[in-house]
């Protein structure tokens, strides 16, 4: 404890770009360190409100880090820092909402519980409406909080809400619980739990070959349904669209746990699909102090330019919208994007067009299985 009161305010001269999983005590003594600290400042001789000293979360403080025997890539974020400051007005109500979510976490670890974000959101309306009007004002104020205290969100009891669903050829149990087969969990899977310390308590057997990441949830329950998993011995598993923490968690366990299964991203022919497989693949900068905790070296294996070209019918591929292109703009500035994922870009953007996945039907509705086998035997993934 008196390391930390030595330091500043928070901790920012210890240089450290990650967020820790720390028990509830330990986050508990930062929060009362910064409240002192604060304190202390405003009853000195010459009394001022500190400013929040946080990690900054922009793309010009992200980097890169490449394991050199894995071939995993995650984003992680750098020494760069910005600041809350009551003083000035445009960031004056976002210094207010980092104490008050602060507040609101200290209250819920003394309490030993749980909350999701929206659980969160909720009780911070009523609480405090002045400061907290939309959902996003307070998952960016929780990401703040992170890179304030450098604890995880979980360490603050912030529980991930989960969609996820998993399929296919592992064998999963709870402690003290029986063994869940997730090949008889029919076509929607089993259900991930939020909890991400249940999901690094669970024990795993599989004997699958591959691990295929569905973006959507529709196709998912499509290949659970035709049960994919028999043919190719295979995982099947989705966050039924932008990826939550959760399935991203049990996704890089899984990985962990049985490092030579390939994971395989099955996404729309846009931007947007192209992002989400990024999100498994990198992390996000948001979350940069967090990325490594759940980054995968997935594999695309598609939609890509070639199954458009040679699959798809012409009256099949609808026009990109301005989100697409946003999103493509995006992906195209930045650097930790492979040169085969750009070509891929600027493909999309070249021909105005995308395509999803569902466009394969024409050629039937089992023809999904039989693109999932040739282009896994081929190797046909980036």
Request: net charge positive; with cysteine.
């Amino acid at each position: 404890m008196g390391e930390f009161c030595r330091s500043t305010i928070f901790f920012s001269d210890q240089h450290l770009c990650y967020a820790d999983i720390l028990p509830s005590s330990q986050v508990r003594a930062r929060i009362e360190v910064a409240v002192l600290n604060f304190l202390k400042a405003l009853s000195s001789n010459s009394p001022s409100i500190s400013d929040l000293s946080l990690i900054s979360r922009n793309s010009s403080n992200s980097r890169v880090s490449r394991g050199l025997l894995t071939g995993d890539s995650w984003i992680f974020l750098s020494h760069s820092f910005c600041t809350r400051s009551l003083t000035r007005e445009n960031s004056a109500k976002s210094f207010i909402r980092v104490w008050k979510v602060m507040e609101m976490c200290y209250q819920i670890l003394v309490q030993e519980k749980r909350v999701t974000q929206r659980e969160l959101y909720y009780k911070l309306l009523c609480d405090s409406p002045d400061y907290f009007t939309s959902q996003l004002q307070v998952n960016r104020t929780i990401q703040d909080l992170v890179a304030l205290l450098r604890c995880s969100r979980y360490s603050l009891g912030i529980m991930a809400s989960s969609r996820g669903a998993i399929a296919g050829r592992l064998l999963l149990q709870e402690p003290d619980k029986e063994v869940i087969d997730c090949s008889a969990c029919g076509s929607s899977g089993y259900a991930i739990s939020g909890d991400l310390e249940l999901l690094e308590k669970l024990t795993m057997e599989t004997d699958a070959r591959y691990i295929i990441m569905v973006e959507k949830h529709a196709i998912f329950q499509r290949l659970a349904e035709d049960r994919v998993f028999n043919h190719i011995p295979c995982i099947l598993i989705t966050a039924k669209g932008f990826p939550d923490i959760a399935t991203r968690f049990l996704l890089h366990r899984i990985c962990r746990m049985f490092p030579n299964l390939p994971v395989l991203g099955l996404v729309d022919w846009n931007p947007a699909g192209l992002a989400i497989l990024c999100t498994f693949k990198f992390g996000s900068i948001g979350m940069g102090l967090e990325a490594y905790r759940y980054a995968c070296n997935v594999k695309w294996l598609g939609l890509r330019k070639d199954d458009i070209n040679q699959l798809i019918p012409e009256e099949c591929l609808v026009p990109l919208k301005p989100r697409d292109l946003q999103i493509a703009k995006s992906l195209m500035s930045s650097e930790i994007l492979q040169d085969s994922y750009k070509e891929e870009v600027a493909a999309m953007i070249q021909s105005g067009r995308r395509a999803e996945i569902e466009a394969l039907y024409c050629h039937g509705y089992d023809y999904l299985v039989k693109f999932l086998a040739t282009k896994i035997v081929q190797a046909n993934y980036l």
